[in-house]
């Protein structure tokens, strides 16, 4: 068994080692500068982790796990043009700092680098692995293309939020895990409820993202509170307050979300304290509580033993419990 | 055998066919869109004419044709937000006719759907089709690079130039060939023929193109004679001449392709007499000639009958010679 350190270990020599230096040099910069940033590589891990727990070999499971992560990049490349987003993990994001034809160009490049790495998957695997992998990046643009719908549509349910959210990040991880455990040679029993495990932590995930926004101490997460708030950001929290109010406080509601002449400071105070009058803080919670436990379930359900499960199962518990 | 109008309604029905219809419906509209404007079908036709030539099942192949011809289509509607293309075969494009955004994102699930229609094919050869799809893929985005880069580069020389409308147009063509080929069970060798056929054939149909934009029957080619010239498009053209002629001719040639104030129907009159007097038309002719024959001879060295090799060879010749 390799620690969870070690596999991180594998995963930034791949990439590195990746021939990402080619001409021309305009294309391919912006490729390294955007793996190059970091982040926490979730998605590999949990290739990698769910592979190891299936009893599988890393090294085999490493394309995938490479392919992943690139696929992961490319679509914050496309993604932060759509949302003009000028920064990513603290520095500028590709568009901003070169354009935004670079930054299409270079991230179609890297999606095709995505499925090159996946391919050089045991070939007798390849067509399960190409149909999951497929299938989660659609769902991926599909949940991105919700999103952008939601902002202009205004009776978006929590439900179709929720919806949302599976497509635009929770089918990402579950197929890491799934094709993680393919690569081990799980049963299909099993993979495909590594799959609907990582569908309801995702989720679980996704909400928890949204109630450290409104909820979380600044100095542990290092973001500003309110900032989904500030930026009329329809997430589970609002949607959930829209639910639970009365009609002259959802109408109060309703208005922050749209109205532009609100001091952004006084309009976050006021929306937070309508929310801890309906108490969405711990509505959230229960939501949250309910995908989690749904997910730990069907996880308790698959045939492993408790020590191979232990590395996985302690990095979601981390995962879900940082700054509760 | 069939007739390349069987095959072309083999291509039609597949492409009809495709579940395009899902939800959210502002992503697949435009892709239904794309799909629908047409086009030749080039290079699904090149796809099945080439697998038909070495006796292969033309229902084998269609899988790997529909990807080829998504992945194209998918190429443009990139390829015309970063040239700010308002049309395309008479229609708005797709940034236009929607918005940049959607435009990226239907994309992007354009080429998640080609690749889903690849691995489609022969679970035994994906691999090996894998391969090429990517490394071709990769290749376009690199000539679309190079060719964005080009614009604003002084020293672009033709040999330059040939080497990015090989990755931007020839790769494409060639490897539709080949997966044609390694589909229908042909030789490694012959395979990597129709493949250089393919390059060779590609650069001239682009040099062709070049010459038919200046020198074509507008009435016959249907666009407007000097558009390159109008728009200080380097192509082969302009670089030839720029190695053809004296410092003072260059001179004037360079001011024409940079000056903003030389009005633009004096412009390509101006231009085209300069081509004229270094017979750049016959040079270009020339070098259009060089590439197809050494296309045809690597063609005609393929162990295919001259049966089976005829439809194909009609069809190229037939493109070549269109308009001369």
Redesign the interface.
């Known amino acids: 068994m390799y620690t969870p350190e070690q596999l991180q270990e594998k995963i930034s020599s791949k990439l590195k080692e990746l021939p990402l230096y080619?001409?021309?040099a305009?294309?391919y910069q912006p490729i390294v500068y955007s793996l190059e940033q970091g982040g926490k590589r979730i998605r590999p891990m949990f290739v990698l982790l769910s592979n190891q727990m299936f009893g599988g070999n890393p090294e085999e499971a490493l394309p995938a796990a490479t392919a992943i992560e690139i696929f992961h990049n490319f679509t914050l490349l496309?993604d932060d043009?759509?949302d003009q987003a000028p920064l990513r993990r603290g520095n500028k994001t590709v568009y901003q700092k070169w354009n935004?034809?670079?930054a299409?160009?270079s991230?179609?490049?890297m999606?095709?680098?995505a499925?090159?790495e996946l391919?050089k998957s045991n070939?007798v695997l390849?067509?399960n692995l190409?149909?999951i992998f497929?299938?989660t990046?659609?769902e991926v643009?599909?949940g991105?293309?919700?999103d952008?719908?939601f902002e202009e549509t205004n009776n978006v349910t929590l439900e179709n939020y929720i919806n949302m959210i599976r497509l635009k990040t929770a089918v990402l991880l579950a197929a890491s895990l799934k094709i993680g455990a393919i690569i081990a040679g799980a049963s299909a029993i099993d993979a495909d409820k590594i799959y609907d495990f990582g569908i309801n932590l995702g989720i679980a995930f996704q909400l928890q993202d949204d109630l450290l926004d409104a909820f979380g101490d600044q100095s542990v997460f290092g973001k500003q509170t309110g900032g989904d708030i500030a930026a009329n950001k329809k997430t589970a929290l609002f949607l959930k307050a829209i639910e639970m109010a009365d009609s002259d406080t959802r109408m109060q509601l309703e208005q922050y979300y749209t109205a532009g002449d609100v001091a952004t400071e006084k309009k976050v105070t006021q929306v937070l304290s309508i929310f801890e009058k309906l108490e969405i803080k711990s509505a959230v919670e229960e939501i949250i509580s309910e995908y989690y436990n749904r997910g730990m379930s069907i996880f308790n359900s698959i045939s492993v033993t408790e020590q191979q499960s232990s590395m996985l199962r302690d990095l979601t518990t981390l995962m879900l419990r940082r700054n509760r």
Chains 1, 2 share one sequence.
């Open positions: 080619g001409e021309p305009g294309l496309h043009i759509i935004t034809n670079i299409i160009l991230g179609d490049t999606f095709a680098i499925y090159g391919s070939p390849l067509p190409m149909d497929t299938r990046a659609i643009c599909e991105q293309q919700f952008i719908e």
